[in-house]
C-alpha cells in the first residue's frame, strides 16, 4: 500500500511538486557551492602560483647574503602568506610567516605535477599550499607557498547559511504554489463532479459540457456522456418493458381473475367447471410462454445463451417448418416454396425456432391466396435465410423497431392472440448469439425478413 493510496489528487500533485522542485533546488545550491568553492580554491591557485615565480626568480636572482632580504621585500605586505624553502637535503634555508607546512607538502614538491594541498594545524586554523622545485642559489630548491583560509571559510559559511536558507524558503513557496496550481489545475475536474451529480435517474438527458473543459479532461467528460446516453437508452428500454409486460400480464390476469370470479358466483355444473378450466389453462400456457421468452431474452442480452457447434443443415430445416405449416397453407390457400441450400455452425434448435417464428409471423400476415417463400444462400463465408410474403407493405418508420420487444406496428400486423409479442426479439437475439444478426424490409407488396450468420467456407 502507498503512502498516498486513498489520498487525494490534490495532495500527491502537491506532494510531487514540491518533490520535484526541492530536489532541482538542492541540486542547484550543490552546484552553487561547489563553484563557489572551487571558484575559491582557483583564485588561491592562481596567488599561490605567482608567489611561487615571485620566489623563484628571487633565488635564481640573489646570492647567500641578499637572499633574505629579497624574499622578504617580494612577500611584504601579503596578510595570513607563509614561505618555507628547502634545499635539496630538506634542510630549511627560508622561512617566512606562520604556517607549518605538512611533510606532504614538502613531498610533493619534489615532483613536477603539482596542485595545491589544503590542511588544518592542531588550532584549527585552515591552510592551502603549493610546493614546487625551483633553481636556487647553491642548487635545486623545494619552495613552499601558503595562505590562510578562515577569511574564506567565513565567507562560504556565510554564504551556505543563506544559500540553504533561500532553498528552504524556496522548498516551502514552491510547495505552496504547487497546491495552488494544482487545485487550480484541476478546478474543471471538480466542475465535472458537480455537474455529473446534477444527473439523475429523472434527469437523464443532461450532458457535460465537454467544449467547456480542457483537452485531457474534454475525453473523460465525452466518454461520460457516452455512457449517459447508454444509461438513458437503457432507461427508456426498462420502462417500455416494464410497461409493455404489465400490459402483456394484465390481460390474461384479469381474464382469469374475471372468469374465476364469475364461476364461482353461482353453482355450476361439472362441464361447465372443466370448460373454465380449459380456459384458464389456455392462458396459463399463454402466461408461461410469455415468461419463458422473457427469461431467454433476459439471458441473450447479458450475453448468457452460449450456441452449440455443431453443423446445421438449414435446407433441411426449412422443409421440417413448412411442412408442419402445410395444412394450414392448404387451408388458407397460401403457397409455400423453399429455395437454395445453406450450411452453418450453430444450436440447430435455436436456429430452427428463428426460423420458425419468422414463419410464423409471416403465416399470421399473409393473406389467403398469397405466398411465403424461404430462400438460402450461401457465399463468402456468409449464409443468408430469406422469408418473404405477400400482403399490406410496412411503413418505413416501423421497420426499425419490429424487432423491439411487444412492439405494435400498424394493426393490419398485429399479432393474434396466440403470440406474445416476442418472436422477433427472439429471433434477432439467436442471430447475435451466433455472431450474426436480423433485418427487415417491405415494399410494394412484400415483406422480407432475413436472417444472416457465419457459415462454413
Known amino acids: 500500500m502507498t503512502p498516498f493510496e486513498g489520498k487525494s489528487v490534490t495532495l500527491r500533485l502537491t506532494f510531487l511538486f514540491a518533490l520535484v522542485s526541492t530536489s532541482v533546488l538542492l541540486a542547484l545550491g550543490f552546484v552553487v557551492g561547489s563553484l563557489v568553492e572551487r571558484h575559491f580554491e582557483e583564485m588561491d591557485a592562481e596567488l599561490l602560483s605567482g608567489k611561487i615565480r615571485l620566489v623563484g626568480r628571487a633565488l635564481g636572482d640573489a646570492d647567500v647574503v641578499t637572499l633574505r632580504p629579497r624574499l622578504e621585500a617580494a612577500l611584504v605586505g601579503h596578510h595570513g602568506l607563509a614561505v618555507e624553502v628547502w634545499d635539496a637535503d630538506g634542510a630549511k634555508i627560508y622561512s617566512y610567516g606562520d604556517a607549518k607546512f605538512p611533510a606532504e607538502l614538502k613531498m610533493a614538491g619534489r615532483h613536477p605535477a603539482y596542485r595545491p594541498l589544503k590542511w588544518v594545524d592542531a588550532e584549527g586554523h585552515s591552510f592551502r599550499g603549493l610546493a614546487t622545485k625551483v633553481p636556487g642559489p647553491s642548487g635545486p630548491a623545494i619552495v613552499a607557498v601558503s595562505t590562510e583560509l578562515d577569511v574564506h571559510e567565513h565567507f562560504m559559511r556565510s554564504f551556505d547559511e543563506i544559500l540553504w536558507s533561500v532553498v528552504a524558503l524556496a522548498a516551502v513557496a514552491s510547495g505552496l504554489l504547487g497546491w495552488a496550481a494544482a487545485r ?245 437475439s439467436i442471430m447475435r448469439a451466433h455472431g450474426g444478426d436480423a433485418t427487415v424490409s417491405s415494399s410494394d407488396g412484400l415483406t422480407v425478413f432475413e436472417l444472416r450468420l457465419p457459415a462454413y467456407e
Open 184 to 428: 487550480q489545475g484541476l478546478a474543471p475536474l471538480r466542475d465535472i463532479c458537480r455537474d455529473a451529480a446534477e444527473i439523475t435517474a429523472d434527469r437523464l438527458d443532461r450532458r457535460l459540457r465537454a467544449e467547456a473543459f480542457p483537452d485531457e479532461l474534454a475525453e473523460v467528460a465525452r466518454t461520460l456522456n457516452e455512457m449517459f446516453e447508454r444509461l438513458e437508452e437503457s432507461f427508456r428500454r426498462l420502462s417500455e418493458f416494464s410497461s409493455d409486460l404489465a400490459h402483456e400480464l394484465r390481460t390474461p390476469l384479469s381474464n382469469l381473475l374475471t372468469q374465476t370470479q364469475v364461476t364461482l358466483s353461482m353453482a355450476r355444473t361439472s362441464d361447465e367447471y372443466r370448460d373454465v378450466l380449459a380456459s384458464n389453462a389456455e392462458e396459463f400456457e399463454r402466461l408461461s410462454r410469455t415468461v419463458a421468452d422473457m427469461l431467454f431474452l433476459a439471458k441473450a442480452e447479458n450475453d448468457l445463451v452460449v450456441a452449440a457447434t455443431e453443423a446445421v443443415d438449414l435446407r433441411r430445416e426449412a422443409d421440417g417448418l413448412l411442412e408442419f405449416y402445410e395444412a394450414v397453407s392448404e387451408e388458407n390457400c397460401v403457397e409455400l416454396s423453399v429455395r437454395g441450400r445453406a450450411e452453418v455452425p450453430g444450436d440447430r434448435l435455436m436456429l430452427r425456432r428463428a426460423m420458425g417464428n419468422l414463419l410464423s409471423n409471416a403465416f399470421r400476415h399473409t393473406p389467403k391466396g398469397g405466398r411465403v417463400e424461404v430462400a438460402l444462400t450461401c457465399s463468402n463465408g456468409l449464409a443468408k435465410v430469406e422469408v418473404t410474403n405477400t400482403g399490406v407493405t410496412i411503413p418505413p418508420e416501423h421497420l426499425p423497431r419490429l424487432f423491439d420487444r411487444f412492439y405494435r406496428a400498424d394493426p393490419s400486423r398485429q399479432r393474434n392472440s396466440e403470440g406474445a409479442g416476442l418472436g422477433l426479439a427472439i429471433t434477432r
